[in-house]
């Protein structure tokens, strides 16, 4: 591991990711590089493993967040499911007795049926 970094292209490198997205991480002040001059970037690779464990740890909070809001999401439709399978279920005990009952009155001879 060389122990200065003295381009962009070289700090992209040892961050995994593109040109761009490290020197808009310098613009927005998440990475710390040096600038002797205008034209020269430097970087020390220990401070960029701090910058890659700090960004690992937003990672990690970010995704729990996102966790977080799923489950409390799933546990909404599960209530809202429960009662519905509730409704559900007393509307076929109720149709069950509506069958049953018909049934029966197929059943049942009628008037015109004992003449016969």
């Given at each position: ?5 003295s ?57 729990m967040r ?9 546990r ?41």
């Amino acid at each position: 591991m060389p122990s200065v970094l003295s381009s962009w292209k070289e700090i992209a490198q040892f961050m995994g990711t593109s040109v761009r997205t490290v020197q808009r991480w310098e613009q927005e002040g998440k990475l710390r590089v040096y600038r002797p001059s205008p034209y020269v970037v430097l970087a020390f690779p220990l401070e960029l493993q701090h910058r890659s464990i700090i960004r690992l740890d937003t990672d990690q909070v970010r995704r729990m967040r996102t966790t977080r809001q799923t489950l409390a999401c799933n546990r909404e439709r599960m209530h809202r499911n429960m009662k519905r399978l509730s409704t559900l279920r007393t509307h076929v005990v109720s149709w069950r007795e509506r069958l049953q009952s018909l049934r029966a009155r197929l059943n049942t001879p009628t008037r015109s049926d004992r003449h016969i």
